[in-house]
């Protein structure tokens, strides 16, 4: 149903070789030279290649970077002084705030205290201070069986 697979040898199949073709050189109009001074005249260094031909230019020297500053030695005594006098004013100022906050509450929970008291003492003078008249509505005395229910006096 499928037909069979051929194989060929490796040195049976077709190679295709492809040579690069050179480029004619492009003709330019050479641009108007601008004769600059350079602030230092750079060395001229002369390269001999392996084809035999010497190519000379202008050396350019790497960029070198910045010096590493030297950072100075600090003692290990001096380190734990330091950081004992960051804990003792983390310390300090730590007090110094919960001492704050204590009295705060404190004068907080002061005038809770004062503000309860005079609502209670206002809400006592109210019942003492009230006038005592027949107050209406259904009034119930189950042991003489007298009920009186909306009696009002007008």
């Known amino acids: 149903m499928y037909p069979e697979p051929v194989r060929h040898a490796p040195a049976e199949r077709a190679v295709e070789v492809h040579q690069p073709t050179p480029l004619p050189p492009a003709v330019v109009a050479p641009a108007p030279l601008v004769a600059v ?17 010497v190519v000379t230019g202008y050396a ?6 910045e010096p590493i500053a030297v950072k100075p030695a600090v003692s290990r005594a001096a380190v ?15 007090l110094l705030l919960l001492t704050t906050f204590i009295t705060a509450l404190t004068a907080l929970i002061t ?13 006592v003078a109210v019942q ?26 007008g």
């Open 111 to 123: 005038q809770l205290i004062t503000l309860a008291a005079v609502c209670f003492g206002g809400f």
């Open 128 to 153: 003492i201070f009230k006038p005592h008249g027949h107050r209406g509505g259904t009034t119930v005395n189950i042991r003489k069986a007298i009920f009186k229910r909306n009696h009002f006096h």
């Open 37 to 53: 001074q350079p602030g230092t005249v750079p060395s001229v260094a002369s390269i001999l290649l392996p084809d035999g031909r």
């Open 80 to 94: 734990n002084v330091a950081l004992g006098g960051v804990g003792f004013l983390a310390v300090c100022g730590g």
């Open 60 to 65: 350019i020297n790497p960029a070198q970077p």
